[in-house]
């Protein structure tokens, strides 16, 4: 099952400063403490998969990207650019227009549950299932912004239908890729006191896009069709 295992990637910080633009724009010393920041430090509920994006920290990030910050989305395309020549080998790619933005505060989870999960394994999921509509033929990535792991993680299914799980490292410097459509994932609780904060994005390699899928993304609400979710890069 070597194809399922997680598959992680080193890259240049400075080159890339996913994190420095990150922790500039919330003025903190450290990404890890970003809880400090409200007045409600303590979360008495679980995020749902309705207000799991809904935070104070959702509102700046999604504000400032959706308003131009050119310096980020900069960085971002070039980002992209490297994984599809280094790691694919291609001169195009599909890529989501606009990474997203997770924060797994302490006592919580990043992405929430609906009541009908069950209680060991709230807000588990693939991202093809119902509720969450992603397409099958994604590429799922995720960037951490703070060194973390365990309860502070994603637990990734080892492959699909194993019913084992292993959490993903999070490590500032490197970047990981596995197959959130295939294999079930999900957070526990984040019992470690710390922050965890990261971006995640989908790529598609062209040959794998289909057109006529058409569902929509819960957060944007954009289908999942160039021009909505997802922009095209060519002649890398």
């Not at 010393?29 to 400090?36: A, D, F, R, T, V």
């Not at 999604?62 to 900069?74: A, M, Q, R, S, T």
């Amino acid at each position: 099952m070597e194809e399922y295992k997680v598959k992680y990637y080193n890259y240049d910080i400075k080159k890339y400063p996913f994190v420095k633009m990150v922790t500039d724009l919330f003025n903190v010393n450290k990404l890890n403490e970003i809880h400090m920041l409200s007045n409600n430090k303590i979360i008495d509920k679980l995020f749902t998969n309705e207000n799991d994006d809904t935070t104070l920290y959702h509102d700046k990030f999604y504000k400032k990207l959706n308003n131009g910050w050119d310096e980020f989305e900069k960085v971002y395309i070039n980002f992209i650019k490297k994984i599809a020549t280094e790691i694919f080998h291609e001169n195009c790619i599909i890529y989501q227009l606009k990474p997203t933005f997770r924060v797994q505060l302490p006592n919580n989870i990043a992405v929430g549950g609906n009541k009908n999960d069950p209680p060991e394994r709230y807000g588990w999921h693939r991202d093809t299932d119902v509720g969450y509509d992603h397409p099958p033929f994604e590429k799922n990535f995720i960037i951490p912004l703070t060194n973390s792991n365990n309860d502070a993680s994603v637990y990734i299914e080892t492959y699909p239908g194993s019913d084992k799980f292993e959490p993903a490292i999070m490590k500032v410097g490197e970047f990981f890729q596995f197959k959130g459509g295939e294999c079930i994932h999900g957070n526990k609780p984040n019992t470690t006191n710390k922050s965890r904060v990261s971006l995640d994005f989908r790529l598609i390699l062209k040959n794998e896009y289909d057109k006529n899928y058409i569902k929509s993304s819960k957060l944007s609400s954009k289908k999942f069709v160039m021009g909505g979710y997802y922009n095209i890069m060519q002649g890398l």
